[in-house]
């Protein structure tokens, strides 16, 4: 992803509710039956800059933090932001990594919708479950697939109106990654690849728009 320096700005302006989704998908996970342990092993998978290590910090500076991207500009973002924090960082896509049962918990924020659902979205998440110890749970959000709704077409409109309030005026190039090339799916075939993955059913815990959240633990 190019122009990581304009991304924290753009990504508020283009997606409501973006500010405080690092802090809510860092309080559900911080809660969880195993990332509640002192010192539990987080993973922050497609880390971008560094927004969800930021709030994984404030809130939880005893967690042992590792991050992935394969993008090196968006880890160096990171990188610099984090300062000399002791996380783990990876320049690595979640299927490559090798960290079987590893993790007590894993936050996957605006990630699974740039993978097509050709296999490339349940390898991500079966690589994901594998990451995890069994019980581990993922907080995950992403861009869904629209409503059949008769509504639908205000629901756009409103997002366009959303964008302008917010100042938006990116060059179309800095918001390509975040609008073009996704691949958003619906909750029932959510649900399915995260059950063929290893995941128990995903409970929605944000929506704005068509961006929604979701907790999921992996089966025992
Ligand atoms: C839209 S950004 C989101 C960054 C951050 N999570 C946030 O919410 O601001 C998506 C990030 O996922 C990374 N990414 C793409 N495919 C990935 C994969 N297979 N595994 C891990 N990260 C991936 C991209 O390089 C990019 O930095």
Redesign the pocket.
Same mark, same amino acid.
């Given at each position: 992803?190019s122009a990581s320096l304009g991304?924290d700005l753009i990504?508020q302006q283009l997606i409501p509710g973006?500010a405080s989704?690092?802090r809510l998908a860092v309080a559900l996970l911080s809660v969880s039956p195993l990332a509640s342990r002192p010192g539990a092993a987080v993973l922050?998978?497609?880390?971008?800059?560094g927004?969800?290590l930021v709030e994984a910090r404030a809130q939880r500076p005893d967690w042992q933090l590792t991050a992935?991207? &394969?993008?090196a500009e968006?880890l160096a973002a990171a990188q610099q932001r984090m300062g000399g924090d002791s996380i783990r960082w990876h320049q690595?896509?979640?299927?490559a990594l090798q960290a079987d049962g590893r993790f007590a918990g894993a936050l996957?924020?605006?990630?699974l919708q740039?993978?097509a659902d050709d296999g490339s979205k349940l390898a991500?998440l079966t690589a994901l479950a594998r990451s995890l110890e069994p019980g581990g749970q993922l907080v995950l959000?992403d861009l869904m697939a629209p409503e059949r709704s008769p509504l639908q077409h205000q629901v756009e409109a409103a997002w366009l109106a959303f964008q302008q309030a917010s100042g938006l005026n990116a060059d179309p190039q800095a918001l390509e &990654?975040?609008t073009q090339g996704l691949h958003p799916i619906g909750e029932a075939r959510l649900t399915a690849l995260v059950n063929a993955a290893g995941f128990t059913d995903p409970a929605r815990i944000f929506q704005a728009l068509g961006y929604e959240g979701f907790l999921l633990q992996r089966r025992p």
């Amino acid at each position: 992803m190019s122009a990581s320096l304009g991304y924290d700005l753009i990504v508020q302006q283009l997606i409501p509710g973006y500010a405080s989704l690092a802090r809510l998908a860092v309080a559900l996970l911080s809660v969880s039956p195993l990332a509640s342990r002192p010192g539990a092993a987080v993973l922050v998978a497609g880390c971008g800059t560094g927004a969800e290590l930021v709030e994984a910090r404030a809130q939880r500076p005893d967690w042992q933090l590792t991050a992935i991207d &394969p993008s090196a500009e968006m880890l160096a973002a990171a990188q610099q932001r984090m300062g000399g924090d002791s996380i783990r960082w990876h320049q690595s896509t979640v299927e490559a990594l090798q960290a079987d049962g590893r993790f007590a918990g894993a936050l996957s924020v605006l990630v699974l919708q740039s993978l097509a659902d050709d296999g490339s979205k349940l390898a991500f998440l079966t690589a994901l479950a594998r990451s995890l110890e069994p019980g581990g749970q993922l907080v995950l959000v992403d861009l869904m697939a629209p409503e059949r709704s008769p509504l639908q077409h205000q629901v756009e409109a409103a997002w366009l109106a959303f964008q302008q309030a917010s100042g938006l005026n990116a060059d179309p190039q800095a918001l390509e &990654p975040l609008t073009q090339g996704l691949h958003p799916i619906g909750e029932a075939r959510l649900t399915a690849l995260v059950n063929a993955a290893g995941f128990t059913d995903p409970a929605r815990i944000f929506q704005a728009l068509g961006y929604e959240g979701f907790l999921l633990q992996r089966r025992p």
